[in-house]
């Protein structure tokens, strides 16, 4: 059985344009109205000849519960059935109170986790990146879901550690 990987965070971070980019294809949904993607999704992946599974989240849209709440019981369900964790931060926005939740939940997890520092989209934009050191999950990785920069080495990295 091939190794699973989640990919959680806040609506509208990049998580499908990231795992379009992890597949080499388009196919999962992207939008730009948050929390389009309706459930967790399961996509067969591989890299560099392995093997691995990866579980899109999102559906979070609760008329009841406050979105918070919602990404965070999102997350939490993604993570206990992952062996992996890539952690989804729009390094343009910072961290949030909602990222903020969800970091404490992978930390009571004692999964493996990459924080992926998104929409790195230029050299000048690393700096963003950087801060995310602070939500002391160590390294950041800047990426550029939409552009495909830095998306080698964050492979290379989750292979690491799935
Ligand atoms: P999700 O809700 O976390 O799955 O986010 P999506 O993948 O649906 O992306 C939300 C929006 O962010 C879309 O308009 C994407 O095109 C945009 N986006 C995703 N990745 C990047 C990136 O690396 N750079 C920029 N500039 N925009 C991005
Ligand atoms: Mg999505």
Same mark, same amino acid.
């Given at each position: 059985?091939?190794?699973? %990987?989640?990919?959680?965070? =806040?609506?509208?971070?990049? /998580?499908?344009? +990231?795992?379009?980019?992890? +597949?080499?294809?388009?196919?999962?949904?992207?939008?730009?109205?948050? $929390?389009?993607?309706?459930?967790?999704?399961?996509?067969? #992946?591989?890299?560099?000849?392995?093997?691995?599974?990866?579980?899109?989240?999102?559906?979070? &849209?609760?008329?009841?519960?406050?979105?918070?709440?919602?990404?965070?019981?999102? *997350?939490?369900?993604?993570?206990?059935?992952?062996?992996?964790?890539?952690?989804? !931060?729009? #390094?343009?926005? $910072? *961290?949030?109170?909602?990222? &903020? &939740? !969800?970091? /404490?939940? +992978? =930390?009571?997890?004692?999964?493996?986790?990459? %924080?992926? #520092?998104?929409?790195?989209?230029?050299?000048?934009? &690393? *700096?963003?990146?950087?801060? %995310?050191?602070?939500?002391?999950?160590?390294?950041?990785?800047?990426?550029? *879901?939409?552009?495909?920069?830095?998306?080698?080495?964050?492979?290379? /990295?989750?292979? /690491?550690?799935?």
């Amino acid at each position: 059985v091939p190794p699973v %990987l989640a990919v959680v965070g =806040r609506p509208n971070v990049g /998580k499908s344009t +990231l795992i379009n980019r992890i +597949l080499g294809k388009r196919v999962a949904v992207v939008q730009d109205t948050p $929390g389009v993607t309706r459930d967790r999704v399961r996509y067969d #992946a591989i890299w560099n000849g392995r093997p691995f599974i990866v579980v899109d989240t999102g559906g979070w &849209e609760s008329k009841v519960k406050g979105l918070d709440l919602s990404v965070a019981q999102q *997350a939490e369900l993604a993570i206990n059935e992952a062996d992996a964790v890539a952690f989804v !931060v729009d #390094a343009t926005v $910072g *961290a949030t109170s909602t990222d &903020e &939740e !969800v970091v /404490k939940l +992978l =930390r009571g997890s004692g999964k493996p986790v990459v %924080l992926v #520092a998104n929409k790195v989209d230029s050299d000048m934009q &690393e *700096a963003d990146a950087a801060y %995310l050191w602070s939500l002391g999950l160590g390294e950041p990785y800047p990426v550029s *879901a939409l552009h495909g920069r830095g998306s080698g080495d964050l492979l290379d /990295k989750i292979m /690491k550690i799935l």
